[in-house]
C-alpha cells in the first residue's frame, strides 16, 4: 500500500466494516482475482481466493463479481461456490445469485457494427485472438512478441475506427487487447446500479486492475473504497493500492475478521 493517508484510509474502513449493517464487496476477475493468462480458458484464481470470497459471503456480505468477460466464463472459472452475483461484459450481463440472466437490449444498428468488426477478424485470419461478447467484441494479444503485438493493433485500428465511425460505437484498450463495443455500458454503470440497490449506511468495497475500473472507482468516490490490484502502482482514481496476491489475501482475509467471521 501506498502513503499513511492511504494506509490511514484503508485502517478507518477496516473500523467501520465491523459494525457495517450492509457490506458489499465488488470485484473484478482478470488481474484482480486471476492473474492474466494467454490461454484465457485457463486464467483461475490465485490459490485460496475461491474459498476467501465464499467464506466472506458466508458471513452475510453481498459479493458481486463485476467483469469484462462473459458473465457465464466468470462463473465456470472463479471456482466460487455458491456463485456470487456476476455482471458481466462490461455491465452489459448480469447473472443473479438464484441463477437469474438478463441481458440489455441493444440497437440493431450497432449490432450491425459490430458484426462488420467480426467479419474484419475473420477475414484476416484473426478469430482465435478474438472475443465476441453481447455489446463488444474484442482482440486479444497477451502472449505474443511486442512488434507483432504493435502490428496487430495498427491493422485492428486502421479497420475499426472506419466501423466504430459508421455506427457509432467506441473503441477501448485494455490490458492485452482492444475492444469494439456498444457506448453506454460500463463497470461504472454496474457499480451505481448496485449502489441504488444497497441500504445504507453501507460498507462498501470494489477491487480492479485495469483502465476499465476507473469507471467503477469514480462512482465510489465518497462512497466506500476503490482499490487498485496489480503488481505496479499507476495513475488511479483508486484510494488504496495492493499487490497481489499476498496483499489482496490479507485485505480478504481482513474482511472476513472484521465481519465476524474466521479464517
Known amino acids: 500500500m501506498q502513503t499513511l493517508e492511504k ?12 459494525t457495517a449493517e450492509q457490506r458489499v464487496l465488488l470485484l473484478d476477475y482478470d488481474g484482480t482475482l486471476a492473474p492474466f493468462r494467454a490461454a484465457r ?6 490459490p485460496g481466493i475461491p474459498y ?3 467464506r466472506i459471503m458466508s ?8 467483469s469484462g468477460r462473459r458473465a457465464e466464463e466468470v462463473a465456470a472459472l472463479s471456482g466460487i461456490r455458491p456463485q456470487p452475483e456476476i455482471w458481466g461484459s462490461h455491465g452489459l450481463e448480469r447473472i443473479t445469485v438464484d441463477g437469474t440472466y438478463s441481458v440489455a437490449d ?3 444498428h450497432k449490432l450491425t457494427g459490430l458484426s462488420q468488426a467480426s467479419l474484419w477478424l475473420n477475414e ?5 485472438a478474438a472475443e465476441f ?3 463488444s467484441v474484442a482482440a486479444h494479444w497477451r502472449g505474443l512478441p511486442a512488434p507483432e503485438t504493435v502490428e496487430m493493433r495498427r491493422k485492428i485500428l486502421e479497420s475499426w475506427l472506419k466501423i466504430s465511425e459508421d455506427y457509432q460505437l467506441e473503441l477501448l484498450d485494455f490490458d492485452g487487447g482492444i475492444e469494439i463495443r456498444v457506448p453506454g455500458h460500463d463497470k461504472g454503470q ?13 460498507s462498501v468495497a470494489y477491487l480492479g486492475d485495469d483502465q476499465t475500473d476507473e469507471d467503477a472507482f469514480q462512482v465510489l468516490k465518497g462512497k466506500g473504497l476503490a482499490v487498485l490490484v496489480r503488481d505496479r502502482v499507476r495513475e488511479t482514481a483508486a484510494d488504496v493500492w495492493l499487490k497481489p496476491p499476498d496483499e489482496l489475501i490479507e485485505f480478504l482475509e481482513n474482511w472476513l475478521i472484521a465481519s465476524g467471521g474466521t479464517r
Open 106 to 108: 441493444l440497437e440493431p
Open 190 to 202: 454496474a457499480v451505481e446500479t448496485i449502489l441504488n440497490e444497497t441500504v445504507w449506511p453501507a
Open 124 to 128: 484476416e485470419g484473426m478469430t482465435r
Open 7 to 18: 494506509q490511514v484510509k484503508y485502517g478507518s474502513f477496516l473500523e467501520q466494516l465491523k
Open 59 to 66: 458471513v452475510g456480505t453481498r459479493v458481486v463479481m463485476v
Open 41 to 46: 480458458d485457463h486464467a483461475f484464481p490465485y
Open 52 to 54: 476467501l470470497v465464499s
Open 133 to 135: 461478447k453481447p455489446g
